[in-house]
């Protein structure tokens, strides 16, 4: 099985800051890996496929980077809404594993 | 606009069988373009992917449910379904049906759009 860890697992952050989150896999998935956000009490949102393709819609404030085995997310520009948690997905063995998450917060 | 929308019990007792089945309304449930997945939140936890299911019935099932597991679609009625066998508390969770587009030659796999998620809870 393919394990995923995500640092850090939180972070503290405010309105305007560049947020990096980064994403590992235990093995290498070459571009297979998505993220996600979720909101408390709601379903989560596809941000970026691919490791770096941004999602339609997603604005572009947000990114993503990396491949084979270590991956970023960068929110640039911290915005109110974006304060959630984060989520990684290797799809490179289906269904897929998430990682254990990010909460950006205040 | 595609949606999705869970359906079943919301209580199981231990042992039994949960079963759940997603509604796909706003397109075909038989799109090349895409696979159909089920994923669960255990209360203050991550997110745990269950299962994907092909239009043809082609699945991958998460190894650690995989015995217990059976994932089904019913394409005249636009559905896929959810069964899981001899559940115990550790099965409380809300879970989630979702359309992932899926395309190997540019490694695009994503859940873009979510059902709304139902709480099932495992309790006597």
């Known amino acids: 099985d393919i394990q995923m860890t995500q640092s850090p697992s939180s972070v503290s952050a405010s309105v305007g800051d560049r947020v990096t989150i980064t994403c590992r896999a235990s093995?290498?998935?070459?571009?297979?890996l998505a993220w996600y956000q979720q909101k408390p009490g709601k379903a989560p949102k596809l941000l970026i496929y691919?490791?770096?393709s941004l999602q339609s819609g997603v604005p572009s404030r947000f990114s993503g980077s990396g491949s084979g085995t270590e991956f970023t997310l960068t929110i640039d520009s911290l915005q109110p809404e974006d304060f959630a948690t984060y989520y990684c997905?290797?799809?490179?063995?289906?269904?897929?594993?998430f990682g254990p998450g990010t909460k950006v917060d205040i | 606009q595609m949606q999705l929308q869970e359906s079943g019990p919301g209580l199981v007792k231990p042992s039994q069988t949960l079963s759940l089945t997603c509604t796909v309304s706003?397109?075909?449930?038989?799109?090349?373009?895409?696979?159909w997945a089920w994923v669960r939140q255990p209360p203050g936890k991550g997110l745990e992917s269950i299962g994907n299911?092909?239009?043809?019935?082609?699945?991958y099932y998460n190894p650690s449910l995989e015995s217990r597991l059976t994932i089904s679609v019913d394409t005249s009625k636009n559905q896929f379904s959810l069964k899981l066998t001899s559940v115990t508390a550790a099965d409380t969770a809300v879970y989630f049906c979702?359309?992932?587009?899926?395309?190997?030659?540019?490694?695009?796999?994503?859940?873009?759009?979510w059902g709304q998620g139902t709480t099932v809870t495992v309790s006597s």
């Open positions: 979702a359309r992932v587009e899926y395309d190997f030659w540019s490694a695009h796999y994503g859940m873009d759009v």
């Open positions: 706003g397109g075909s449930i038989s799109s090349t373009t895409y696979y």
């Open positions: 299911i092909f239009y043809s019935g082609s699945t």
């Open positions: 093995q290498g998935i070459s571009s297979w």
């Open positions: 691919g490791a770096s």
């Open positions: 997905q290797q799809a490179n063995t289906l269904p897929g594993t």
